[in-house]
């Protein structure tokens, strides 16, 4: 039976006594909300915090609110469950809550935070195991070690952004707000993340993620497409978030992010420049979908085969293409079962 290792846990009062608490704990304490994904890493000996600083119930960390311009707040401290059911997401961002209920299971989801999953740690088949699996195979950058498994000869850490708000959370070009000791800071939230798999996230160890602000839906339109082996809880082996601006049946603006790829949410720019300017045709579908798929590099590191993944990352787009445009999803390239 894995175990919690000791440490001990703070509870403070408000976010800025939690990053106080941090930043005097330099190294040795981690922030925790939901701890769905921070407690099993203790458990297999992935991280050692001496302490643990609780973030349930900090006031500036909760709510979701409808700003006057239109925009959506969201409290980093709202579980997954209550993004799912929130009226005010489902009117202005409907696929944030379709990639939130896609997150693991229903019981996960209710302690689970948005926040928590904005800062989610990259994953790897050789560092998601036990201390003892690890120690036989040989520690890796991650954890312990000084190589990586898939690249012996390397100098970095290969693991995977395994996120599936951020990826939606960028295609509605969302900001995310930190609050550390010197104060707080606003961000575009895809600026946070870096292709790195040891230090995938760009923040100061003191700060903390309180907010998230999605801008102004207008005529934007977003869905959101997961791939995984079993549908009802796994993490995702690529996630596909595509928003659309149609005007006239003309793409104004497009953004398509592709998750599970990389170390990092990667960007299909070059698919968005295609798209921009053209009316949402079935050639324009196809030719957007097999450009998105090029800046797709998934290892051998996750579930299933990472040729096959790339694969999909074409199919993905063209079906979330489609959905905005209106069409039928095409099921002829890979099975039901595997959709989001």
Same mark, same amino acid.
Do not use: I, L
């Given at each position: 039976m894995l175990r919690l290792p000791p440490f001990e846990y703070l509870r403070p009062r408000t976010v800025a006594e939690a990053a106080e608490m941090l930043a005097a704990h330099d190294g040795r304490a981690m922030a925790m909300a939901g701890g769905s994904d921070l407690l099993p890493k203790m458990k297999r000996g992935q991280i050692e915090p001496a302490y643990l600083i609780g973030l349930r119930g900090l006031p500036e960390m909760a709510g979701i609110s409808a700003e006057p311009d239109g925009s959506l707040r969201i409290g980093a401290g709202q579980t997954l469950a209550e993004v799912c059911e929130d009226p005010a997401v489902a009117a202005s961002a409907p696929a944030l809550a379709t990639a939130a209920r896609s997150v693991s299971t229903p019981q996960l989801r209710a302690a689970g935070t948005l926040g928590g999953n904005v800062m989610v740690d990259t994953r790897c088949t050789y560092y998601d195991q036990t201390y003892e699996w690890r120690r036989s195979l040989g520690f890796c950058f991650k954890k312990? +070690?000084?190589?990586? #498994?898939l690249a012996p000869g390397g !100098?970095?850490?290969w693991s995977i952004s395994s996120s599936d708000t951020v990826p939606v959370l960028i295609a509605l070009a969302a900001s995310a707000t930190l609050t550390g000791p010197a104060g707080s800071r606003t961000v575009p939230l895809e600026d946070l993340y870096a292709d790195d798999g040891l230090i995938p996230v760009?923040? /100061? #160890? /003191?700060e903390i993620l309180t907010s998230i602000l999605i801008p102004p839906a207008g005529g934007r339109r977003a869905t959101y497409w997961k791939l995984r082996r079993r549908? !009802?809880?796994?993490f995702p082996i690529l996630g596909v978030a595509v928003a659309l601006d149609l005007?006239? +049946? &003309? &793409?104004a603006s497009a953004r398509i992010i592709l998750g599970a790829v990389a170390s990092h949410p990667v960007r299909a720019t070059a698919a968005e420049d295609l798209l921009t300017g053209r009316p949402l045709t079935e050639e324009a579908i196809e030719e957007a979908a097999? &450009? /998105?798929s090029n800046p797709a590099r998934p290892l051998d590191n996750a579930d299933l085969e990472h040729y096959w993944r790339k694969r999909m990352s074409r199919v993905y787009v063209r079906r979330a293409l489609r959905e905005l445009a209106g069409s039928a999803p095409d099921q002829s390239q890979g099975s039901s079962k595997l959709r989001r």
């Open positions: 312990d +070690g000084d190589r990586c #498994p !100098s970095r850490c760009r923040k /100061a #160890p /003191a549908e !009802s809880f796994d005007r006239d +049946g &003309v &793409v097999k &450009v /998105a």
